[in-house]
């Protein structure tokens, strides 16, 4: 089926750590995007890339990184720069334009302990 | 600058009530796009539907209906003899097809839609 995944589902991070979400999809689109979700609000834009090896910064990119290495995976890595981590991370992507829809991927929720 | 407004933040029905979600937009592109999410207890956004500015006709899909008037600035999105499985957070969405950022859309705050049995 295809689809957009990630993973894991929950994850808990202790403060000062690195942690690297994972977005995989096989729809064969060009483009990929990063949200954030808090609580009563809408999302909020971090990353995106068009293509590979290319992305740029999104509305609150600050304490964050990403990857495109391959068309398929677009990881989001929260650096301890990121004051206030704990979020509902989701992964969308779209294509083959800019136009298209943007479907999502189920989110991960991290947790900063 | 572009912005989505969902001035109702909770709604609560009672099964097979009608209800209307609310959703007005700022925008000063002539090109444009609208669209509606559904977010279940899951998380996941599921699409619902997506306009470009030029198609003002409304759409009807199931029990689903969107209003669609760019007179107001508004898109809204009726759910007809409403069900608990309705039960979810509904987002309002604009992507600006002049703006700068490359498929950028931009949320409205969501509307929290309870259906009681």
């Known amino acids: 089926d295809g689809g957009i995944t990630q993973s894991p589902k929950y994850l808990f991070r202790k403060e000062g750590q690195n942690v690297t979400l994972s977005c995989e999809q096989n729809l064969n689109h060009d483009a990929m995007y990063w949200y954030r979700q808090d609580p009563g609000q809408g999302l909020r834009l971090i990353y995106y890339?068009?293509?590979?090896?290319?992305?740029q910064k999104g509305d609150i990119a600050e304490g964050y990184s990403v990857s495109r290495e391959k068309k398929e995976s677009f990881p989001l890595t929260v650096t301890s720069a990121q004051k206030n981590p704990t979020a509902f991370y989701l992964c969308?992507?779209?294509?083959?334009?800019?136009?298209?829809?943007?479907?999502f991927g189920p989110g991960t929720r991290l947790t900063v302990l | 600058a572009q912005k989505v407004t969902q001035a109702q933040t909770e709604i609560s029905v009672v099964e097979k009530e009608d209800v209307t979600l609310d959703c007005v937009y700022e925008?000063?592109?002539?090109?444009?796009?609208l669209f509606w999410y559904k977010q279940p207890p899951s998380g996941e956004l599921v699409f619902l539907i997506r306009r470009n500015s030029f198609d003002e006709q409304n759409e009807i899909s199931g029990r689903y209906s969107w209003n669609f008037q760019k007179s107001t600035s508004s898109f809204n999105f009726t759910i007809t003899a409403s069900q608990v499985v309705d039960s979810a957070v509904y987002f309002c969405?604009?992507?600006?097809?002049?703006?700068?950022?490359?498929?950028?859309?931009?949320f409205g705050q969501g509307t929290i839609l309870t259906v009681h049995p």
């Open positions: 969308a992507s779209t294509g083959p334009g800019q136009f298209d829809t943007q479907y």
């Open positions: 925008t000063r592109d002539t090109t444009y796009y």
């Open positions: 890339s068009q293509i590979v090896n290319d992305f």
């Open positions: 969405a604009l992507f600006n097809a002049g703006g700068t950022s490359y498929g950028k859309l931009t």
